[in-house]
């Protein structure tokens, strides 16, 4: 069985990553999302949320789940049965950093490989941080996010600045 996990922050979860996922998932069995539970970041969602809001975004494919997962995304990738994990590589500035990645985990486990997916090129502007900022300040967002994560987005904005 392909198995391929595709980790991520997901904070939340943007049309560009749902533009990766749904080219990942066409080339294996099963691709495991795991959003990182990772409190250092103070994310606007919690764990849960991104994975429940991931859950509703990709409802439309079959073979993917989400899931939160804690630690290392190699022991995460190995725990799942991967063979491969899955990034997305918008602009140049993301090159260092996702290489770095890559080659430490292939040391960590080489019988695991990173595949890349070059994002649309109208995606490839796009992070959760930006949308984030964006949203805070009142801008549109709708061609960010699908409209389920851009009404929680906004909810939860809302929420915080209480
Ligand atoms: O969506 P992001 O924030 O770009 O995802 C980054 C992520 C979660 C893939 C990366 O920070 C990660 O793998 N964190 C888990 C800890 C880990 O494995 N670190 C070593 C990487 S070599």
């Given amino acids: ?3 391929a996990v595709y980790p991520g922050s997901f904070d939340p979860i943007t049309l560009g990553h749902i533009n990766v996922i749904e080219r990942a998932s066409a080339m294996v069995d099963q691709l495991i999302v795991g959003v990182l539970n990772n409190q250092a970041k ?15 975004a990709t409802a ?16 995460f990738a190995r725990r799942s049965g991967a063979q491969w994990i899955i990034r997305g590589l918008r602009a140049v500035t993301d090159f260092e950093y996702e290489l770095q990645m ?3 985990n292939r ?3 080489p019988e695991i490989d990173t595949i890349f997916f070059t994002t649309e090129l109208k995606y490839a502007y796009l992070s959760s941080s930006t949308v984030k900022e964006v949203a805070r300040f009142g801008g549109d967002i709708d061609s960010f996010l699908t409209p389920v994560v851009k ?11 209480k």
């Fill in 1 to 3: 069985m392909k198995i």
């Fill in 42 to 56: 103070s994310p606007l969602f919690n764990a849960e949320e991104r994975v429940e809001m991931i859950r509703e």
């Fill in 60 to 75: 439309h494919l079959t073979n993917v789940v989400a899931v939160p997962f804690d630690g290392l995304t190699i022991d």
């Fill in 102 to 104: 890559a080659q430490t």
């Fill in 107 to 109: 040391v960590l486990a």
């Fill in 151 to 161: 009404e929680r987005t906004l909810a939860k904005l809302k929420e915080r600045q």
